[in-house]
């Protein structure tokens, strides 16, 4: 059985909460997702298949939109709007991300949702909430990470390179985990009470909270933190922990060692590639043994600890140098070392550890006459799995029966103009 | 009313990837009850004792992270190696809807408390593990912080400028959706719990979710082809897709100071060429999406001298009105004390903790009409409410406390 079985869902299409939609449907609600009658913008998105513009072949659409059936409905005309107040009637859940005040221009404000059908969820996505003194800004997601805290404390060492805004839809990603996480405290508020509620989810907010020693180290100690090179920003300039391997490519180096036994495990694997020889700082390893736990706040304070910390960021540079990347990754992994290869998202689908944790998943897809390999699952339920049950709808492919579900005839309101 | 209440949450989680999914449930009114070692008061979570602090004190009690991270949970401490120990935690547990953990693959096993143990103590147990790699798989007992996972998964790789190495994340991005994956996976199993009575194991790998996440670019490839390892990528700030041009951040008036700009579509660069007024916005080439994606170095070339007359807040009102998305690159101090669509939000509330004293943390995004959160109590510190659980909830009196301290127990 999936665990939200027999949910129903509206999602009004929108690129600010496509993502919510799919993390419902996924876990298999019944998601209906409402776009105009020309189509949702979110179609007209690249990627295309094979780079032609067709809004049955965008792969922005398809990723962003499965498992959910779709109708089309013109629900800014007095016919399309009825027929979306019926459709909310019979659902649990309202999602949407329309521009503040675009809902009740429509005759659908609060009155005619949560203030008339006692038991909906009413979840808006907004980029800065539906009130406010921001709340009619213009916006995207380069904008919100702006704006966020994300660009500024993403970047490069040098301060003439600008930051740089992490791609891939992160700054409405970050609000659309919250209003996943709202509609699941919503729903199990409801089997207590039986009540619904509006819940305002604001994306701006959502970034802002979304960007770690940032933001607290500034609530706690009225510190700015600065951008380093693929690590994290702090207060102080830290040592690099990206590094370069002989392949090229660039691993990760993490955390250093903070227990004797692990500067133990670093030393033995050190040892064994034969880098100590020409690695003149060992002797700091050696020592790191002997600290039962580095106190991490003491770098920069204690020479000693210092030294050794030091000494096993450069062991781990060192070790860069004589390697290919994705050898350093498997061989200090191996000695109990946390470290990263930096591999592209192709990469890391197809290495053989996400293959064995079902990150690929073959869909039929009707377009192609052909399975398709999707990305997985986030999670892993053991009772309740996640599943693409079906892939993303062309336009209007679930009008007639949806609608035929509420009891309104489809082809009525197509003559109209209200429905495809 | 509190959405959460009545639930209670066993918890184990630390640092910023397990903590901030607890984080959650307690706002919403879940009982957490953290569960520490007193052997080494509780530094397992490397937060504990972590900067910043707001004084010169220093310890276990005083990390502002933990505090950010663990407002309004119960702080216990437990010797799960002794059997004193053990045999408490089992009492606990039978009296939990979840237990919840982000420790290296195997270590509660290895503790004596798999999920197969817990469901013997408690059938419909919810147990949610969320570790880097997750629980099976040739990685699972690789180790992994934010910044792996973000290597690993394609993340870091994705944020960069043409031609150079990989930006990456200035922060543990993947620490933060983590947790909410992991809040996630533990709100649907508890709704699939009181529908059905029916308890179960979430693996939760933050590796899956992070990759997830790339969800689109896997397409591109699995579909066109097409490798994201390839000339002129990743893009820096940029957007291929949608494709939007000029798209990017500039430099503006003042040291490190930028504004981003994004015109999304040909009505949003008429709007910006007519607020540039200059002879080269005017070129009616780039009245077309395809014109203005053709000649990007060009137009950023153009846009960085532009922009950097006139400062950030000033163009970004300029470009705001002409009804462009732009915005101001803010810092931490611009956007926490000058943002002020946060405050209807209650976004940085200040909490009371028994050592720190009253300290601003990170609230929530959200907004309850029904059954709003609460951020009031500041996290806690070691073994601040070892008495008081092990009387509410177990019944074990003072005395015996006293006793088990005595036995290093809690």
């Not at chain 2, 918890?11 to 009114?29: I, S, V």
């Not at chain 2, 119960?74 to 004193?84: D, E, P, Q, V, W």
């Not at chain 2, 690159?329 to 909490?351: H, K, Q, Y």
Request: with cysteine; net charge negative.
């Amino acid at each position: 059985m999936s665990a939200l079985k027999g949910l129903r869902i509206v999602e009004l299409a929108h690129e600010r909460c496509a993502l919510v939609g799919k993390l419902l449907a996924d876990m298999g609600a019944d998601v209906v997702l409402v776009e105009p009658v020309e189509g949702a913008a979110m179609r007209r998105y690249e990627p295309f298949v094979d780079d032609k513009p067709d809004p049955e072949r965008s792969l922005h659409w398809w990723h962003y939109n499965t498992s959910k059936r779709g109708i089309a409905l013109d629900w800014k005309s007095p016919e399309g709007r009825d027929a979306l107040l019926k459709l909310i009637e019979s659902a649990d859940i309202l999602v949407e991300a329309e521009d503040p005040g675009a809902l009740a221009a429509a005759s659908l404000g609060d009155d005619q949702l949560t203030g008339a059908l006692s038991r909906l969820i009413h979840v808006s996505i907004t980029p800065f909430g539906p009130d406010g003194p921001r709340h009619d800004e213009h916006t995207s997601d380069l904008t919100i990470m702006a704006s966020g805290g994300v660009a500024i404390v993403c970047g490069y060492d040098d301060h003439e390179l600008p930051p740089v805004r992490p791609t891939g839809g992160h700054g409405f990603a970050m609000g659309e985990h919250y209003a996943v996480m709202s509609v699941m405290t919503a729903l199990i508020a409801r089997e207590f009470d039986d009540g619904g509620q509006r819940i305002d989810v604001s994306l701006n907010a959502a970034a802002n909270i979304t960007t770690e020693l940032a933001s607290y180290t500034w609530l706690v100690a009225q510190q700015d933190v600065s951008r380093q090179t693929g690590r994290h920003a702090g207060t102080v300039l830290s040592m690099p922990s990206q590094h370069r391997c002989i392949d090229g490519r660039y691993v990760n180096t993490g955390v250093p060692p903070r227990t004797a036994k692990q500067y133990r495990a670093m030393l033995d694997w050190f040892r064994g590639l034969g880098f100590d020889k020409d690695f003149p700082e060992t002797v700091f390893l050696e020592m790191g043994t002997q600290h039962p736990i580095l106190e991490l706040s003491k770098i920069g304070i204690d020479d000693e600890i210092t030294a050794i910390f030091s000494a096993a960021r450069e062991a781990l540079a060192f070790a860069c140098s004589r390697m290919t990347a994705y050898d350093f990754f498997q061989s200090a992994q191996k000695a109990g070392l946390p470290v990263g290869v930096i591999y592209s998202p192709d990469e890391a689908f197809e290495d053989e550890h996400f293959k064995a944790r079902g990150m690929q998943v073959e869909v039929a897809q009707p377009q192609l006459g052909k399975d398709v390999r999707y990305v997985g699952a986030p999670y892993a339920f053991e009772k309740t799995p996640w599943s693409i049950s079906r892939v993303a709808p062309s336009l209007g492919e679930h009008t007639d029966e949806v609608l035929s579900e509420i009891g309104i005839n489809a082809e009525s309101l197509r003559k109209r103009g209200a429905a495809a | 009313m509190k959405a959460l209440k009545g639930i209670r949450v066993c918890d184990f989680t630390g640092q910023l990837a397990g903590a901030a999914a607890t984080k959650w449930l307690a706002a919403f009114g879940a009982e957490v009850i953290r569960i520490e070692d007193p052997t080494n008061n509780g530094a397992w979570d490397v937060l504990r004792n972590a900067q910043p602090f707001v004084d010169e004190r220093r310890g276990p009690d005083l990390g502002g992270g933990f505090n950010n991270h663990n407002v309004g949970k119960l702080g216990i401490t437990l010797n799960l190696k002794s059997a004193r120990g053990k045999e408490i935690l089992e009492q606990i547990i039978a009296k939990s809807d979840i237990v919840t953990e982000n420790f290296a693959n195997g270590v509660l096993e290895r503790l004596g408390f798999g999920y197969e143990r817990l469901k013997q103590i408690k059938p419909d147990i919810i147990y949610v593990s969320n570790c880097g790699f997750g629980n099976s798989g040739p990685y699972q007992d690789f180790k992994t912080w934010g910044p792996i996972v973000q290597a690993v998964s394609g993340l870091t790789f994705n944020s960069g400028l043409p031609e150079k190495e990989p930006a990456g994340w200035g922060f543990s991005y993947m620490d933060h959706t983590g947790a909410m994956y992991m809040a996630i996976a533990a709100l649907m199993a508890i709704y699939h719990r009181m529908r059905t009575g029916e308890g179960q194991w979430v693996d939760m790998a933050c590796c899956d979710s992070a990759l997830s996440l790339n969800g689109l670019h896997v397409l591109d490839y699995t579909v066109n082809g097409r490798p994201a390892r390839r000339e002129g990528h990743p893009i820096g700030s940029r957007s291929e897709w949608p494709a939007m041009a000029p798209h990017g951040i500039y430099p503006t008036q003042g040291d490190d100071q930028w504004v981003a700009i994004a015109c999304r579509n040909d009505e949003d660069w008429q709007a910006l060429a007519g607020v540039i007024a200059q002879d080269w916005a005017s070129d009616p080439a780039l009245l077309s999406l395809q014109g203005r994606l053709a000649d990007q170095d060009r137009l950023d070339n153009h846009l960085e001298t532009w922009c950097r007359k006139t400062d950030k807040h000033a163009l970004q009102h300029r470009l705001q009105s002409a009804g462009i998305a732009a915005a101001a690159v803010l810092d931490a101090r611009e956007r926490i004390e000058g943002d002020m669509s946060s405050a209807a939000f209650n976004l940085w509330p200040t909490v009371t903790h028994s050592a720190m004293g009253d300290v601003r943390v990170d609230g929530l995004p959200v907004r309850f009409s029904r059954t709003p959160h609460e951020i009031s109590q500041g996290a806690p510190c070691v073994g601040e409410h070892t008495e008081k659980v092990l009387a509410s909830l177990l019944g074990i009196q003072k005395p015996e406390v006293d006793a088990l301290r005595e036995e290093g127990v809690v």
